[in-house]
């Protein structure tokens, strides 16, 4: 594992109370096992407070996953998360397959109907394929429509 050692001072750090000021969120992490790391659990376990106050039910969110080889459990990943999301009332926005890279089997790529991902090798030598970017992409792009949309029409 070839992750930081120390967080980048230069990348924002998010606390489990700042969730509550976003209408959603899109979250990123590498794969441990096919589940999130250590370090994604403890920072839900930290959002006990919002789950008794009810402060993120009705705000959404998605997942992105790298993982170190091509079956290294990026869906598994995503599900890990959804036991969070549902206990906080937090609705997910998978993104199918409407992106036509996620069928692509010409080459060595990462993501699913749950969500973008790449693989990164087991050094983490690799950088992710123009179809994982373009996954990345579209994910992005659905999630501030389904979420815009919805914010929107609250109003």
């Known amino acids: 594992m070839h992750g930081n050692k120390a967080p980048i001072a230069s990348y924002p750090v998010v606390k489990p109370d700042d969730l509550t000021r ?9 794969t441990r096992y096919g589940r999130a790391p250590a370090q994604v659990s403890s920072f839900f376990d930290a959002t006990g407070g919002l789950w008794m106050k009810g402060a993120l039910v009705g705000k959404f969110a998605t997942v992105f996953t790298s993982t170190a080889s091509q079956h290294g459990g990026q869906e598994t990943t995503a599900l890990t998360t959804m036991p ?9 926005v998978p993104i199918g ?7 692509d089997i010409a080459t060595v790529g990462g993501g699913s109907a749950w969500g973008g991902g790449t693989v990164a090798g087991g050094d983490g030598a690799l950088q992710p394929t123009s179809n994982d970017l ?6 992005g792009t659905f999630f501030a429509k389904v979420v815009g949309q919805y914010v929107k029409g609250a109003q």
């Open 134 to 139: 373009a996954v990345a992409k579209g994910q």
């Open 97 to 103: 397959f409407q992106n036509k890279e996620l069928s």
């Open 22 to 30: 976003f209408d959603g969120f899109v979250m990123g992490f590498p």
């Open 84 to 92: 969070f999301f549902a206990h906080h009332g937090i609705i997910y």
